[in-house]
């Protein structure tokens, strides 16, 4: 069959390299390179090049299995990583990272707050209760926010616990975190057990996430068309009509829709009612990506400093997420050559 995939990002790339050896294959990408959210950047730090990764970054086995499967067919290398959180408000005034009792307390105060207490034992409820609330039903039709005020979670574990740790995962903003439904909440953080001692063990790929690119695009990387955006999907008899932006015009059997729903939508020139309840709701966040090696974008407490840091504004309102990485704790890069990457 002819067969075109719109977008070349892992979705894009996994299904043209499933599909090739047996079909004809075309994709369609945007931008000026395939990887989507995969993508690596060269610093020349003082004369020293680092890949250095500003998109997907980690996986663990436990909850990647078609990934890691992928990754050994295609004799990638990977190597284990460090997956810590840490809280810092941008004036330093409550700062926390809980991977050992020394990083907890970097900040002595937090060692007298009631308040930082009761967010501990919070954390300990919620692991407890979660997962049972979620199989009995009882946090079906809640938000994230309604569950944690039903069930009289305090401020604190919200405010500079909870929340913080699902906006650095979603690069959301801690408005629309609130809003996110309390049963994937609760589904995601178990299966990744976030808040357990035996957390799974997580990987990253050894020199940036595009050698495992380079080495699943390059069966059919001449029908790979770049720079290419895809104006129009249209449904013939014949099969499908796709037309780009410069107006060049192809038929196919299949088409695959491998970009964000809301890119896909705008797109089918007849979409039916189905696809618009199923593509239509779908939001997305938008972020500013900065990869840099300024430490004042990081915890004022060098203790605190950890692979995922949430930066709480004083002021905040709702505005988007602000998270820095610590790339070189992410990606085993010399810290002697500090590299961080930071949202927003």
């Given at each position: 069959?002819?067969v075109?995939?719109v977008?070349?990002?892992i979705a894009?790339m996994?299904?043209?390299w499933?599909?090739?050896r047996?079909h004809e294959?075309?994709?369609?990408?945007?931008?000026?390179?395939?990887?989507?959210?995969?993508?690596?950047?060269?610093?020349?730090?003082?004369?020293?090049?680092?890949?250095?990764?500003?998109?997907?970054?980690?996986?663990n086995?436990?909850?990647?299995?078609?990934?890691?499967?992928?990754?050994?067919?295609?004799?990638?290398?990977?190597?284990?990583?460090?997956?810590t959180?840490?809280?810092?408000?941008?004036?330093?005034?409550?700062?926390?990272?809980?991977?050992?009792?020394?990083?907890?307390f970097?900040?002595?105060s937090?060692?007298?707050s009631?308040?930082f207490h009761?967010m501990?034992?919070?954390?300990?409820r919620?692991?407890?209760?979660?997962?049972?609330?979620?199989?009995?039903?009882r946090?079906?039709?809640?938000?994230?926010?309604?569950?944690?005020?039903?069930?009289?979670?305090?401020?604190?574990?919200r405010?500079?616990c909870?929340v913080p740790?699902?906006?650095?995962?979603?690069?959301?903003?801690?408005?629309?975190?609130?809003?996110?439904?309390?049963e994937s909440?609760?589904?995601?953080?178990?299966?990744h057990?976030?808040?357990?001692?035996?957390?799974p063990?997580?990987?990253?790929?050894?020199?940036?996430?595009?050698?495992?690119?380079?080495?699943?695009?390059?069966?059919f990387?001449?029908r790979?068309?770049?720079?290419t955006?895809v104006?129009?999907?249209k449904?013939?008899?014949?099969?499908?009509?796709?037309?780009?932006?410069t107006?060049h015009?192809?038929?196919?059997?299949?088409?695959?829709?491998?970009?964000h729903?809301d890119?896909?939508?705008?797109?089918?020139?007849?979409?039916?009612e189905?696809?618009r309840?199923?593509?239509?709701?779908?939001?997305?966040?938008?972020?500013r990506?900065y990869?840099?090696?300024d430490?004042?974008?990081?915890?004022?407490?060098k203790?605190?400093?950890?692979s995922?840091?949430?930066?709480?504004r004083?002021?905040d309102?709702?505005g988007?997420?602000?998270?820095?990485?610590?790339m070189?704790?992410?990606?085993?890069?010399d810290?002697a050559?500090?590299?961080?990457?930071s949202?927003?």
């Amino acid at each position: 069959m002819r067969v075109a995939v719109v977008g070349a990002g892992i979705a894009g790339m996994s299904a043209a390299w499933a599909l090739h050896r047996e079909h004809e294959i075309t994709v369609y990408e945007k931008e000026p390179r395939p990887g989507g959210h995969s993508h690596t950047v060269d610093v020349d730090y003082d004369g020293t090049t680092i890949p250095v990764d500003t998109g997907f970054i980690v996986y663990n086995e436990l909850n990647y299995p078609n990934l890691t499967a992928l990754f050994a067919t295609l004799g990638v290398e990977t190597i284990p990583t460090n997956m810590t959180f840490g809280f810092s408000s941008l004036d330093g005034r409550l700062e926390w990272q809980g991977n050992t009792i020394s990083s907890l307390f970097a900040q002595r105060s937090n060692l007298f707050s009631l308040s930082f207490h009761r967010m501990w034992l919070d954390i300990l409820r919620f692991r407890r209760n979660g997962l049972t609330d979620l199989n009995a039903g009882r946090t079906r039709g809640h938000s994230l926010g309604s569950y944690l005020k039903a069930n009289a979670y305090g401020d604190a574990f919200r405010d500079h616990c909870i929340v913080p740790m699902g906006a650095a995962i979603w690069s959301t903003s801690a408005t629309e975190m609130l809003s996110f439904p309390a049963e994937s909440f609760i589904r995601f953080f178990e299966n990744h057990r976030l808040f357990y001692f035996d957390k799974p063990l997580w990987r990253t790929v050894k020199g940036g996430s595009r050698e495992y690119v380079k080495r699943l695009t390059a069966p059919f990387a001449d029908r790979i068309r770049l720079n290419t955006p895809v104006a129009q999907i249209k449904r013939t008899t014949a099969g499908v009509e796709i037309t780009d932006t410069t107006g060049h015009r192809g038929s196919f059997d299949q088409v695959i829709l491998a970009c964000h729903s809301d890119e896909a939508l705008p797109l089918l020139a007849d979409a039916t009612e189905a696809e618009r309840q199923v593509l239509g709701p779908m939001r997305y966040a938008s972020n500013r990506v900065y990869l840099h090696r300024d430490p004042s974008l990081m915890p004022k407490r060098k203790a605190v400093w950890s692979s995922w840091n949430y930066l709480a504004r004083e002021t905040d309102t709702g505005g988007a997420v602000s998270v820095s990485y610590w790339m070189n704790r992410l990606q085993s890069i010399d810290e002697a050559k500090p590299l961080f990457v930071s949202l927003n």
